[in-house]
């Protein structure tokens, strides 16, 4: 059984940095592209950056980009994530997603409320 863990998020303040982990179980992590996405109600889950597997590239949202590093431990089965300068239209539910070939998984989602 494939699980994706999520940790961080919660409460963070404009201006401040955003530190998300996510923790994979029951799949060959390291052949899998992992990404975070957010969702806002009302609107689809977009992308909000990804690595790929097998030393795959890194790819971010074109708002991230400058902001955002992530980075994978594949001995751990763990990626995490930071974005900095955190603005107050970034809340959502961050969602942690894993993709190799037409095998795709999601975590449950994790909530980041970015207010002062």
């Known amino acids: 059984q494939v699980q994706l863990v999520e940790s961080g998020g919660g409460l963070v303040q404009p201006g401040d940095s955003l530190r998300l982990s996510c923790t994979a179980s029951?799949?060959?992590?390291?052949?899998?592209?992992m990404g975070w996405y957010r969702q806002t109600p009302g609107k689809e889950r977009e992308l909000v950056a990804e690595?790929?597997?097998?030393?795959?590239?890194?790819k971010f949202a074109g708002s991230v980009e400058g902001r955002g590093a992530i980075s994978r431990d594949d001995s751990k089965n763990r990626m995490d994530f930071v974005m900095n300068n955190i603005e107050s239209g970034e809340s959502g539910v961050y969602y942690c997603?894993?993709?190799?070939?037409?095998?795709?998984?999601w975590g449950q989602g994790t909530q980041v409320t970015v207010s002062s």
């Open positions: 690595i790929g597997g097998l030393g795959g590239p890194e």
């Open positions: 029951g799949l060959l992590f390291r052949f899998y592209t």
């Open positions: 997603h894993a993709i190799y070939g037409s095998s795709e998984y």
